[in-house]
């Protein structure tokens, strides 16, 4: 029998029938008792693959997310038992791990102010309560870091599941920390167990999404990420930020083996000239030029491939290197992709030319242009996205001419 439950396709088999018994209605127990063998010893990477293999198959996405949770409290015995990783100081796993570590000791900190406000609902208790949402802000940049530098990676080695998964968790902690943020700064009595029970529940995600990472994402990121990959990681980390804690040592592979292929591009053609119809620029003066924009440009082309994104000091939204060569639809949440194609098969078929929106974020008034890109005989070539923080100019009144 051992022999057969240690077969790998015998075992994934078997696994799958766990996962679609669930998804079929069947409860945590039953699979459990049905399948105990099977579940016992099963490692992390074994369920994030399986599951992989499973959307490839044609298993809704929805359906998996709507059973992460699920999955996890099956497979918890068998995950918990995954033997730690040894990892210097430095690497970016590491580093999520020690924000995990002071996520949790924020997390329990707020339950004990919580506790005290059930309480006594003071104003300096609500005081208190308020700092500690604010702190907890802080988890956007742990998880801006994973969305947009190790999902990528994830990503190349056809390893969707992460951002079409884990994405929209993360987007429901958001949105559970925004709305707490904001029932503290308008709290009455009346909804008091509205605050706290949003509360409770926002910690509770916030814990569990720590489980997922350290139990299946991270295991199965330092299986097939390269150390040069992880390393392009670690460079382009400190650009969007750490949660709570600040990395100590900059970790750096012992066999480094990077060819920033831009860079030599650059270095090869900085002396020639680019000719265009209306003048001639050298390579360096377009990147400084395109840099040097008072707006977020980022091209994407007609198959849907990021090219390119400009990389001017003051951008509104994060982008990073490992974003180029991202189909765009990974580069959205998920509750947003069905949106995004249908404006790209807008401007695509020539229905619309470009599409306008505009949103306050992050204490600016963002302007944003979707604009289909077109040859001389009219044919698409691609997107291009132009973002601008438009607050200033709403202020502007009369005149200033040069010769003022």
Known sequence: MSEIINNREYRKGK?????????????????????KEIIKDIAPFELAAIEQELINEGLPIEEVRRLCDVHMEVFKKALEKAPELELPSGHPIHTFKLENRAIEKLVEETKAVAGVFRDESSE???LKLREKLNLLW?????????????????????????????????DEIRSLLKEAKKLAINYSPDIKNKFLEGLELLLKKMLDMITKEEKVLFDTSLKVL??????????????????LIEPTNEWKPVNLNITDSVNETDTKMSKGYIKFDTGVLTLKEIDLIFNHLPVDITYVDKEGIVKYFSANKDRIFVRARSIIGRKVENCHPPASVDIVEKLVEDLASGKKDWEDFWLHFDGKYVFIRYIAVRDENNEFIGVVEVSQDIKPLQSIKGEKRIAD
Not at 226 to 243: F, K, L, N, P, V
């Open 15 to 35: 696994i799958k029938e766990v996962i679609l018994e669930l998804h079929q209605g069947k409860t945590v127990d039953e699979v459990k008792n049905k399948f």
């Open 124 to 126: 300096d208790n609500l």
């Open 138 to 170: 802080d988890v956007e940049k742990h998880y801006s870091r994973k969305e947009n530098l190790l999902f990528p990676f994830l990503e190349k080695y056809e390893i969707t599941g992460p951002s079409k998964i884990m994405w929209t968790h993360d």
């Open 226 to 243: 390269t150390e040069d990959e992880w390393y392009h990681i670690m460079q382009d980390s400190a650009e969007i930020g750490y949660c």
